[in-house]
């Protein structure tokens, strides 16, 4: 599969209403924590539920997600009630937002799933704490992979943050005098070298 075009590259800012029908913006580089942000197929159905509560349970189990204080969104092309439904159902406890107009999903560059049959294919984001988009998964059929994926990458940021605190290496400190003899022979001056030549022709 062809590397995403937005690896490496500031997150695009996202203004969707959400299921209580506010608009709901997000600039990921004004937020200062990592954003896990999961575009889905259809809310209610069963890989989309199974992978929304994932999230759900991760935020509230997970050590690893309130560490990092990790924002999860998540993303559909579903009308907001079906949204409100579909979180109080679930008692969701992040944002999911409804991009019914796809004008999110063109600016992530998220294509169609399973072959064109699912409206949105299942893709996250992990966005960095400075807004960079680090990494993406597309997987529409493996739901359960997509929190997994989120775990790895928040594992490899927190690591990043730690070594990135700690304090720079002590330089090398010289090595001391030694205090062995020179060992380099003498040279002998040339008037030294002439009367030893004097001596042997003598």
Known sequence: MARHPLIGQPAPAISLPGADGETYTLTPAERGV?????????????????????????????????????????ISTDPVDKQKEFVEKQKLTYPVLSDAKGETRKAYHVGKGLFGLAETARTTFLIDAKGVVRDVLDTTVNYSAHVKFVTKWLDKL???????????????????????PNTLPEVKTTEELGRAAEAVQA
């Open 34 to 74: 990592p954003v896990a942000l999961f575009f889905y197929p259809k809310s209610g159905s069963y890989g989309c539920t199974k992978e929304a509560c994932q999230f759900r349970d991760a935020l509230a189990d997970k050590d690893l997600f309130k560490r990092t204080k990790v924002e999860i969104v998540g």
């Open 158 to 180: 927190e690591a990043e943050e730690k070594k990135a605190a700690e304090p720079p290496a002590e330089p090398a400190s010289e090595a001391p005098a030694s205090d062995a």
